[in-house]
Each structure stands twice: as C-alpha cells, then as structure tokens.
C-alpha cells in the first residue's frame, strides 16, 4: 500500500470531529486531497447533522449524503478529490468492521465513484485507557 501523507489540518480535524461530541457517538466524514496526488489528503468533509449517530452505529441519511456531495464539487472544481473516508469506532475496536469492508467494496466496484482502485479508509479508535 505505501504511504500515506496526511495535512497537520485534516488530522487535526479528524480529531475534533471524532472527539467534540460529548455523547461519545459514532462519526465519519470523506477525505479529500490533490487529484493528481492519489496519496496524500489535505481536507475533510465531515458529516453533518443530518447523519444518524450513536455509540455503536453510523448511518448517513441521504440528506447528508446529498450535502456532503456538494460540498465535494466545490472541491473537484478546484482540482481536488475524494480519496476516502474517515471513521470513528468504539473503545477498542481499532479495525475495519464487516460493514465497513462490504462499504469499501461498494465503493471501489461502483462507477459513481471513479476510483482507480485506491480508496483510503482511517478508522479512529480509542484503544488505551
């Protein structure tokens, strides 16, 4: 796979938007990064308040999917795109879910997507007390 390089800002805002919510629910959003640049992310999406959370769970209703589309053309106007998704899960589990791997074969199989076969999916976790 290689790696992966990361903008301080969308760690950074990786980690507000996992950690500011005071109900310790689930989160997610899209990364973002140069079109030309398949490794390196420099902006995220994250999901809005229409997307259905809690502590186990994460859904985006089709209202957030719809707003967070939008908010992508923006971006793929000026030369950038979508490179993946960002996810938080509960204590402990540190690894993609069966949900979350059938999601990264929906994506990487669909056309709507026009993934050349490189989706990133960071999964956030607590793992330490």
Request: aromatic share 12%.
């Amino acid at each position: 796979m290689g790696n992966l390089l990361f903008s301080t800002e969308s760690v950074c805002s990786i980690l507000v938007e996992c950690y500011s919510r005071n109900d310790n629910s689930e989160t997610c959003g899209i990364l973002i990064g140069p079109r030309n640049q398949k490794k390196i992310v420099t902006d995220i999406l994250p999901s809005t308040d229409f997307a259905e959370r809690s502590p186990a769970t994460f859904y985006q209703s089709e209202r957030d999917v719809t707003i967070l589309n939008h908010q992508l053309q923006t971006y793929q106007k000026n030369g950038y795109d979508f490179k993946g998704y960002f996810h938080k899960h509960p204590f402990g589990m540190n690894y993609l879910s069966h949900i979350d791997m059938n999601t990264c074969k929906e994506i990487l199989k669909s056309n709507n997507y026009k993934i050349d076969n490189f989706l990133t999916m960071v999964i956030v976790a607590n793992t330490f007390n």
